[in-house]
């Protein structure tokens, strides 16, 4: 199994065009997560989802788009990209938020914004 | 919302030493607080985790604690070796809940040899 992958694993933008990462599990997880992670910011929550077909918003959602329309799949989406959206992103999905909790990460996608 | 806020933002030990990182949250329904480990350049993996039916869990070199009437956890870790230099993240949740994880800021721990 690859567990949870990322695409693409580099990219750079310049201001003002878009994107879109691709998160994908193969663990059967219900439940999929984007972070951001910036300098002695910790890990911040952009979207999530719990199902297939839904979408909820985190504390930093402003700017991003997702989609869920596969299980196994969840898109995040730049529509204009700003220099603040330099940052390394993570996926995660787990199974689902009882006994277990643990989130299984993605390798990150490092994104600079020119 | 629920806020972690984590300290120290780094921490330096000789191996051997033992190191503490604290985390405090603000949400009194929490109760799941898992700990990631960090390597650099790589993803966060869960090292430990405790809920709030228990004030104490360990694993080998690691222990964590929890007082949930002052809403802290801590992460112990004892005879530290270089290889537990990392960035640890400790994180608050509510379990059944949407599983969201609420993350400390990290703290950079360095095992000198």
């Known amino acids: 199994n690859a567990g949870v992958t990322q695409t693409p694993k580099f990219r750079v933008l310049k201001t003002g065009q878009s994107m879109t990462l691709l998160c994908a599990q193969d663990?059967?997880?219900?439940?999929m997560y984007w972070y951001r992670q910036d300098p002695g910011m910790g890990l911040r929550l952009i979207h999530y989802s719990v199902g297939e077909g839904t979408t909820a918003k985190g504390e930093v959602p402003d700017g991003y788009n997702v989609s869920r329309l596969k299980k196994q799949n969840f898109l995040l989406g730049l529509e204009s990209a700003a220099p603040s959206q330099t940052s390394v992103y993570f996926c995660a999905s787990s199974y689902n938020p009882g006994p277990q909790n643990e989130q299984f990460f993605g390798p990150g996608t490092r994104l600079t914004v020119l | 919302g629920e806020n972690v806020e984590q300290h120290p933002s780094t921490l330096s030990v000789q191996e051997g030493d033992s190191a503490v990182i604290k985390c405090t949250y603000s949400d009194s329904a929490s109760n799941y607080f898992p700990w990631y480990k960090q390597e650099l350049g790589k993803r966060p993996q869960l090292i430990i985790d405790?809920?709030?039916?228990?004030g104490e869990k360990k694993d080998q070199r690691i222990a964590v604690t929890l007082n949930k009437t002052a809403k802290h956890f801590s992460l112990h870790i004892t005879e530290t070796q270089p290889e537990d230099s990392a960035v640890y993240f400790c994180?608050?949740?509510?379990?059944?809940?949407?599983?969201?994880?609420?993350f400390g800021q990290g703290t950079t721990l360095q095992v000198k040899p």
């Open positions: 663990m059967n997880h219900e439940y």
């Open positions: 405790i809920r709030s039916n228990v």
């Open positions: 994180a608050a949740s509510i379990v059944g809940n949407t599983g969201k994880l609420i």
